[in-house]
Nanobody, 127 residues
Framework: QVRLVESGGGLVQAGDSLRLSCAAS????????MAWFRQAPGKEREIVAA????????YYADSVKGRFAISRDNAKNTGYLQMNSLEPEDTAVYYC????????????????????WGQGTQVTVSP
């Protein structure tokens, strides 16, 4: 059974940092693109960042460029999202997701292309 389990969310103040983790099991993690999405109250789920199977390729939404960093440790079957300089607008449920296939902007930004999803972790940033 494939599982993606997020952790590391919480309540922080604007300007603080958080590091989210995504522990994967039941799949050859090193063969999958991994991404983080988020969904804020009343809004659609959107992509935040993605990393290729090797970690050599990455993508960031414009809203988080320069503040967030995605990484992965394939030996530990775990992905990470380091979030710095958090803003109230970053408040959302954050989901990790995994997909097979190529690493192109058009493919990795499409939610329907992801094979597996975690349950999400809440991040709340107070002003």
């Amino acid at each position: 059974q494939v599982r993606l389990v997020e952790s590391g969310g919480g309540l922080v103040q604007a300007g603080d940092s958080l590091r989210l983790s995504c522990a994967a099991s039941g799949l050859p993690f090193s063969e999958y693109t991994m991404a983080w999405f988020r969904q804020a109250p009343g809004k659609e789920r959107e992509i935040v960042a993605a990393t290729s199977w090797s970690g050599g390729g990455s993508y960031y939404a414009d809203s988080v460029k320069g503040r967030f960093a995605i990484s992965r440790d394939n030996a530990k079957n775990t992905g990470y999202l380091q979030m710095n300089s958090l803003e109230p607008e970053d408040t959302a449920v954050y989901y990790c997701a995994a997909r097979q296939g190529g690493f192109t902007t058009s493919s990795i930004t499409q939610q329907q292309g992801y094979n597996y999803w975690g349950q999400g972790t809440q991040v709340t940033v107070s002003p």
